[in-house]
């Protein structure tokens, strides 16, 4: 009879984990106050919740000043664009992230170059960076990816070196330190993303960050359909209308009321996490930085062997985990099998204006392939808000889909 719960056994965890996300009277009653001050949208741009929360966001992080917008997406063109960057320049992005990353850098008509990852954090890798680096170079965005952050020491000084401007990409960050530095406002702008799975969520929502007063105005400019936002400015500029809603905000600010102690008690769980999975031989968590002097993180990432699992891959292995109770996937693909990448197979001019640089045959990325094809397993920020048995379940669940990964075998392994 079949153990795992993949192949019809009992689930270790029936009772799965805590439903993110997290609600209670409070968002009920800020969002219907927000329905009945008639305030709703975004415009005149910024609404007074949405005002609310740049600030409160911006201190909490660290930065000067926020910008609150529709997704963690166009944060990151606005971002773009706002530095000035936009056709014929290139910016150099990791090949493992989420597709909008890159995205991101295409729609504000930049060339995205992509540098491999290091396999202990899996964010980008510096000494790629710097060989990256040509005279169209004008922005590095490192992603700080699941638990980790991309080496900031390292990439501020080749930016710093070459003139460079950088955005992070924080949208699995809020709430990390490094070096006591709130993620995104270490680059001249960070951006989070809001949306549903995210661990400051209004649903769908995002936040831009910076420390530079003009960079600020600019994004709220190119945010509000290129309104002028200074007094001296009297036409209008380039933009289009990427407004957060004062719903939005308002389930906002309460999510940031709940979010340090959840961060902290994903953190107290995690370490206990990482010291647990440990001992299960072909399983490695990968401890954070230890420049992370704050640690919050979306979710966590950790790698298997699939020699210590009967050769499943991990993406068999995360679907038994899924199975037994335990919230998982294989994450990010490498960025060499995304088709919108590919010139030969992508409608987006800058690609195909571009085709000599994103040619497939140019695009190995050794590290992301090895690890994302094989061995990621991102686990849920939930599995890390159970209480230490919450941990303990998820190893165990580890370790039992190890004892019986012979019943994996002819399952995708
Ligand atoms: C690394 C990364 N960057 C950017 C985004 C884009 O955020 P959004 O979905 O809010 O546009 C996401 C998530 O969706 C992400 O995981």
């Not at 048995?389 to 990964?405: M, N, P, S, T, W």
Request: with cysteine.
């Amino acid at each position: 009879m079949a153990k795992l719960a993949v192949r019809g056994g009992p689930p270790l965890r029936p009772q799965g984990y805590p439903e993110w996300p997290v609600h209670d009277e409070r968002d009920v009653e800020a969002v219907a106050m927000a329905v009945r001050s008639g305030r709703w949208g975004g415009f005149p741009e910024p609404g007074p919740l949405a005002a609310e929360l740049s600030t409160r966001f911006a201190a909490y992080q660290g930065a000067g000043h926020g910008v609150a917008m529709c997704n963690g997406t166009v944060t990151m063109e606005v971002a773009l664009k706002a530095l000035g960057i936009g056709w014929g320049d290139e910016v150099v992005v990791p090949a493992l992230t989420f597709s909008a990353t890159p995205y991101a850098a295409m729609t504000a008509g930049a060339l995205p170059v992509f540098c491999d990852v290091v396999p202990d954090t899996l964010t980008i890798d510096p000494d790629q960076v710097e060989a990256a680096v040509t005279p169209r170079t004008r922005a590095i965005m490192p992603v700080h990816l699941g638990h980790q952050m991309a080496d900031m020491d390292r990439i501020m000084e080749i930016a710093r070196r070459h003139s460079l401007a950088v955005v992070e990409d924080c949208a699995h960050a809020p709430g990390q330190r490094w070096r006591g530095q709130g993620a995104g406002s270490i680059g001249d702008f960070g951006s989070f993303s809001h949306q549903s799975y995210k661990i400051l969520t209004s649903g769908e929502g995002g936040s831009l960050l910076t420390d530079d007063e003009d960079l600020a105005r600019r994004a709220h400019s190119l945010i509000d359909c290129g309104r002028p936002k200074d007094a001296a400015e009297k036409e209008y500029t380039f933009g289009a209308n990427y407004r957060l809603s004062e719903l939005q905000a308002a389930l906002l600010l309460v999510a940031l009321e709940r979010f340090p102690a959840q961060q902290a008690e994903r953190a107290e769980n995690a370490r206990r996490f990482q010291e647990l999975a440990a001992r299960i031989p072909g399983v490695r968590p990968l401890p954070p930085d230890g420049r992370i002097t704050r640690w919050s993180f979306y979710c966590y990432v950790l790698l298997i062997e699939p020699e210590a699992f009967a050769g499943a891959r991990n993406g068999p292995v995360c679907g038994a985990l899924q199975a037994e109770g335990v919230g998982c996937w294989a994450g990010y693909p490498p960025m060499s099998r995304y088709d919108l990448f590919q010139p030969s197979l992508s409608r987006l001019p800058v690609a195909v204006a571009h085709a000599a640089r994103l040619d497939p045959a140019r695009m190995s990325f050794p590290v992301a392939e090895r690890l994302a094809l094989r061995q990621t397993v991102y686990l849920d920020e939930n599995v890390f808000r159970a209480g230490r048995r919450g941990v303990e379940d998820a190893v165990e669940a580890l370790a039992k889909i190890q004892r019986h990964a012979t019943e994996l075998n002819g399952h995708g392994a």
